[in-house]
C-alpha cells in the first residue's frame, strides 16, 4: 500500500459489496444519530430485516444503555467475519471519490486513510491532524470495545480541508465522466442519494500533491497570519471526533505489541472541502430529559446578574431571535416542558461561544444531579419535540460560520464539544466501505 508520511496519507484497501447485494440495505447511518430517536432505528431495523447490511457491523448508539450491550458488540465482530468468510465483499486499493446528494445539493469527498501517528485529540495537539472540539472521554470505552475484536472498521468519520481555490476535491470531481463507477444507489429514509467512483493513479498523484501544497508551512503561516513557528494544520475533524479518538487510543494500546505497520495505525476516513458549497454548518442543540431542579433558578445562580430571560409568543420568534441575535451578549433559546419558550441573555460569557457558554453550566448542572441526562440533537423539531414533554428542556442555539473553523482551531484551540454539525441528522455519512484492522 501506499504511503505518503509526509502529509499523513495512506492509499487505502476497502471492501464494499459484491453487485448482488442491496446497497439501499446494506448502507446506514452513522451510529451517533438519532440518539433520541428510537423510532428511527426501529424503522431501520425493519427496512433491513436479516439481509447482508452495515447495521448489523455497527452498535447505534441508542443502544449503548441497554444491557444487552456485550452481547450486541460480540455478535457484530462475529458478523463481520461471517461476511468475509462467506465472500460477501469485494477488495478495491485506491481512493474513492464520493457524491452525496440532499436537498438539491452534492457534496464532494474523497475516501482515503489517516495516519494515528499524525493525530492527538489532546486539548495542546500539534499534529497535521486535529480535532475541532473536546473529547468526552466517556464516550470512547463503547467505541473502543467493538474495534478491539472486530477485523473490519467502517467509517462514518469526515475530515475537512481549507482549500478556498478548490484544487484537491472539486478538481477530481471534473474528471468523473471518465471515471469507473463502484456504486451508485439511493440511501433509505429520505437521505438522499450516493455515489462513489474510483479514482486513476494520475489523479491520485493529483490529489496528493494538491495537498502537499496545501501543507507547505510558508504559505500556511501567511495565510492565517500566524508566529512563524505554528505547526501545520491540514485536516481539522468534521464529522467523527470520537469515532477518530477511539482508533487513536487503540491503536496506542496495540502498537507497542503490533508494530508500526499494523492497518490500525491508520484510520479511513471521508476528506471534504470546509468551501464545498453544499456543505453547511448546523447547530447541535442540548435536551435535558427528566429535570431534578429548578432550570431557571440554577441558571440565575451560576451566571449571577449577567443573566437575563424572558418569555416570547412563539418558536419561530425565539429563533428569530437568536439567529439574529449581534452584539456583545451572547442569547439562547430556551423550550421547557409544557409551552414554556424564552430567551436567554448572557453577559460577559466566559466562552467565545454561546455553545461554549451553556455547556459550561450544563456540565455543572448535570453533576449536581439537576437532570436524568443530556442528549445532544440535530434540528429544530426534533428539539422542540422532546424539549416539549413534561420534565424536559431543551437550549436551541445558532449556526457558526464554517469559514471560521481553522483559524479558530489554530489560534484558540478546540471548540466547546457539539459546537456545530456538518448538516443536519439526516445528511450524516453512510457506512458503505469497509476496511481491515487486524
Known sequence: MKIFSDIGIQIPQVYIPKLNIDLSKWAVIACDQFTSEPEYWHEVEKI???SVSTLHLILPEVYLENKDKDQRVKQIQLTMKKYLEDDLLQLYEGLIYVERTIRGKIRKGIMLCLDLQQYDFKENA????????GTVIDRLPA????????????????????DPKHTVIESVSKAKPNLKKLYDFELMLGSGHLAGYALTEELENQVIESLRNLAKHED?????????DTP???FAMGDGNHSMAAAKEYWEQIKH???????????LVELENVHDQALEFEPIHRVLFHLKKDLLVELKKFFGENFRYATVSSYQEMTQKVDSAEGQKQVIGLVRGGDEIGVIEIANPKSNLAVGTIQMFLDSFLENNGAEKIDYVHGEDVLKKIASQNEHAGFYLAGMHKSDLFKTVIVDGVLPRKAFSMGEAKEKRFY?????IS
Open 257 to 267: 505489541q503490533a508494530g508500526m505497520n499494523h492497518p490500525a495505525r491508520y484510520a
Open 143 to 162: 467505541r473502543i470495545k467493538v474495534r478491539e475484536g472486530a477485523v473490519l472498521e467502517l467509517p462514518h468519520i469526515l475530515v475537512l480541508i481549507d
Open 220 to 228: 500556511f503561516i501567511k495565510k492565517y497570519d500566524l508566529n512563524k
Open 432 to 436: 458503505v466501505e469497509a476496511r481491515k
Open 126 to 133: 500539534t499534529g497535521l491532524i486535529h480535532p475541532t472540539e
Open 48 to 50: 433491513v430485516g436479516d
Open 232 to 234: 501545520v494544520l491540514l
